[in-house]
């Protein structure tokens, strides 16, 4: 049985939650002693809301004060008429948001099981609130302009608008600091093609500028200076009260096209070819000494020597516990909904919080600059293969006795919905060429003339094109037009 679903076998269904009642939500939500007056700035522009994330110096690191002031606006745009388009965005040059404030959450964590139950609570909210952007029933834009890291992809990469900048700078940095990945990322990154999300998971590699567009993590790219001009256009917007939630992101994304100013030439497609090639021979395993072993084997020869000692030389600076509880979550998170995610998210970032590597981490790497001492494994091989299974076992089980997480509606999805704008999946690629009788740029048109000619699809389904297929050579007519067949 493979692994994915013999893991899920062994995973106990989620028992029914209790939907948290608007008063409790909006009292969980409440101000508190000590939060910032303006963390978050909101705007209204005929029916634009905006929401601004305003710590620049911090990069727009996001805490309690900016959840508990962002939540309860977003129900209350819920239910307004007036309503049309959410627009979220981080102030200054810099970052959209560069992550969760795990500076004070480790502080918390030192002061015990009191501390520990403040950074629990901080998790709660925050992943109440991505719920709630991943099930928004108004359009969301996130504006992705500059570091977008950890909490910051909470924010946005759940959302149907993902738009990326020449500054945006995403990463998932979680094995880096003795974590794991979160705010959805067990739903987001195993739903990538290939195996490039375990790879972005396990690594903590960054991918920048177009090729966070070029991944699919974003669904629109332009320039920083057109994101203000795009701003007030959304604004201008009016819909029909009966008009359906895909017609009107056709509508957004018929608007962003308007400021598409064409993609870098100097920045192609960075997970393509031999090293995407090499991403999915090496990241396909289901356990980490497999993965090990892949690697060592491409760095031996070949052209993808330099990377592979590199990326071995990046897993062997990781928290083990974390390299070895992520794997196992990007194989179990495809199987879970979007409900199932945050849910069991929320209980393994518990029993993180009251372990050693996240604080260790933390306050190694960020706050005293220097190497962390990770524990109870020190380095990757002091977890067996056969111990492995074992030990992370018990970050996926929930105990009966542990409360679930609450979330602020009942909305859920097993796959982002399909109207989604955004480049083509390299699975909708390969749907198209096994149809059966189509050359390569009968298929490249076709996808040009769904996408409306969107910058960016030519690229993408050439390069997979290019990787996965190969022409027909059985029959003289079929060479002659060189149909193309998938490389299964």
Same mark, same amino acid.
């Given at each position: ?147 977008? &890291?950890? @909490?910051? !992809? *909470? ?9 990326? =900048?020449?500054?945006? /700078? #995403? ?20 739903? &990538?093609? @290939?195996? !490039? *999300? ?9 991918? =920048?500028?177009?090729? /966070? #567009? ?36 056709? =509508? ?237």
């Amino acid at each position: 049985m493979p692994l994915r679903a013999k893991l899920l076998s062994q995973q106990p269904q989620l028992q029914s939650q209790r939907l948290m009642s608007t008063k409790d939500a909006y009292a969980q939500f409440k101000p508190r002693a000590g939060d910032e007056p303006e963390d978050v700035l909101f705007n209204s522009l005929y029916g634009l809301r905006s929401i601004e994330l305003n710590r620049p110096k911090k990069l727009n690191a996001l805490n309690g004060s900016m959840i508990r002031k962002i939540a309860p606006r977003m129900l209350e745009w819920a239910k307004s008429d007036m309503a049309n388009v959410i627009v979220m965005k981080g102030a200054g040059e810099k970052a959209f948001c560069a992550g969760g404030d795990v500076a004070q959450l480790a502080q918390w964590n030192k002061e015990g099981p009191e501390g520990q139950a403040k950074s629990i609570e901080y998790f709660a909210q925050e992943y109440q609130l991505d719920h709630l952007i991943a099930t928004y029933n108004k359009p969301y834009v996130a504006f992705m302009d500059g570091i977008t &890291m950890g @909490g910051g !992809v *909470g924010l946005s990469v759940h959302a149907p608008i993902r738009i990326a =900048t020449e500054r945006t /700078v #995403f990463a998932m940095p979680e094995t880096t600091i003795g974590f794991f990945p979160d705010v959805g990322a067990s739903f987001f990154l195993p739903r &990538m093609s @290939g195996f !490039v *999300g375990t790879y972005l998971a396990l690594t903590s590699a960054r991918l =920048t500028g177009a090729n /966070v #567009f070029y991944s699919g993590i974003a669904t629109h790219y332009l320039h920083s200076t057109s994101l203000p001009q795009l701003e007030s256009r959304l604004a201008e917007l009016r819909f029909a009260d009966n008009d359906h939630p895909a017609k009107r992101l056709a =509508t957004i994304d018929a608007t962003i096209e308007e400021f598409v100013t064409g993609l870098p030439h100097d920045e192609p497609i960075l997970l393509s070819g031999e090293l995407r090639r090499a991403v999915d021979r090496c990241f396909c395993h289901d356990t980490v000494d497999d993965i090990l072993r892949a690697l060592e084997k491409e760095a031996q020869s070949g052209p993808m020597t330099a990377w592979a000692r590199d990326t071995l030389d990046t897993l062997h600076k990781r928290s083990p516990t974390s390299v070895h509880v992520t794997l196992r979550q990007m194989r179990i998170g495809a199987t879970w909904s979007i409900r199932d995610a945050f849910v069991r998210e929320h209980a393994i970032a518990a029993k993180f919080m009251a372990g050693h590597d996240f604080t260790e981490g933390v306050s190694a790497l960020l706050i005293d600059k220097r190497p962390p001492s990770w524990s109870p494994a020190a380095s990757l091989e002091d977890i067996a293969p056969k111990d492995s299974a074992a030990m992370t076992k018990d970050y996926f089980v929930i105990p009966k006795d542990q409360p679930r997480l609450q979330l602020l509606n009942r909305r859920n999805y097993d796959s982002y919905p399909t109207e989604y704008p955004g480049l083509p999946s390299e699975k909708q690629i390969e749907d198209r060429v096994a149809r059966g009788a189509a050359t390569r740029d009968e298929v490249v048109d076709a996808f040009l003339q769904e996408k409306n000619g969107k910058q960016g699809v030519r690229e993408v389904v050439e390069e997979v094109l290019a990787r996965n297929t190969k022409a027909a050579k059985t029959e003289s007519d079929l060479v002659e037009k060189k149909q193309l067949l998938w490389k299964y």
